[in-house]
């Protein structure tokens, strides 16, 4: 049986997290430099582990105006020091809880840049498996990330997204263009299937690429992301495809 995990970035001051919650098997909670802060990360905690759904770093850049979206360039130092920041304030939260830290995803800028990058893509690897080896690295299907995670000794976890648009090279359609984002439900449905069934996805080209998928991201800040998540849950589940954290 073909299993998939299905993850999604919450504690981003959304008001959909507890609706979202029971659909998905992986939580990215925000850590406080692009959103959320300790209330939002103890709430989304708690409901993660209501609903048993795995739990994960979403660290980005210091960048509450622009969502944690605009590129910027640090230094090697720099880039330690804001992930280890927003990954022990998590994990703190999550034992006093009662629950562990089970995987680590860059948010916005910090993920679009390392995926491009080796040498970031390095840096973020290194600090993870620093921080603790047995966490999982989320990272573009392909990409910089994935490789340089590889290489470190980290377990990594390909992902792929729902409602994102290819290009050629396997990377995201900017969201900076008309056709970043795939607005019709039936089109995002059909892209996730032959993701995890075929593994390939359609570019923005027409053209058939491979791609590998552990992990698909579903965005809980569309406008039907709860009717969205709900549907592709239960497409996947008639498929024959088992969702489960990794």
């Known amino acids: 049986m073909l299993e998939i995990d299905l993850n999604c970035d ?16 992986s939580a990215n909670i925000a850590c406080g430099y692009h959103a959320g802060d300790i209330d939002t990360m103890k709430r989304t905690v708690d409901l993660a582990l209501e609903h048993g759904v795995a739990i994960g770093a979403h660290p980005g850049y210091r960048d509450r105006e622009n969502f944690g979206r605009m590129e910027m360039h640090l230094s090697a130092y720099e880039i330690r020091s804001i992930l280890a920041d927003q990954i022990s304030t998590l994990a703190e939260i999550v034992t006093k809880a009662g629950g562990r830290i089970s995987h680590v995803k860059p948010h916005g800028a910090l993920y679009n840049q390392s ?31 994935i490789t340089e995670a590889k290489r470190s000794g980290l ?17 995201l359609t900017p969201r900076t263009q008309s056709n970043a984002l795939i607005t019709d439900e039936n089109v995002a449905v059909e892209q996730v299937l032959d993701m995890i069934k075929y593994g390939r996805v359609r570019t923005t080209d027409a053209i058939m690429i491979r791609i590998g998928a552990d992990t698909v991201c579903i965005h ?23 969702i489960k954290a990794l």
């Open 155 to 171: 377990k990594t976890a390909s992902e792929v997204f729902a409602d994102r648009t290819y290009q050629t090279d396997g990377s």
């Open 220 to 242: 809980g800040d569309g406008k039907r992301a709860v009717e969205f998540a709900a549907l592709i849950r239960r497409l996947l589940a008639e498929c024959g495809i088992l």
């Open 10 to 25: 919450l504690g981003e001051d959304c008001a959909n997290d507890a609706d979202l919650m029971p659909l998905i098997s």
């Open 115 to 145: 995926a491009k990058h080796a040498a970031l893509a390095a840096i973020i690897a290194e600090t993870v498996r620093d921080i603790d080896p047995n966490l999982i690295l989320f990272g573009l299907s392909g990409s910089h990330s």
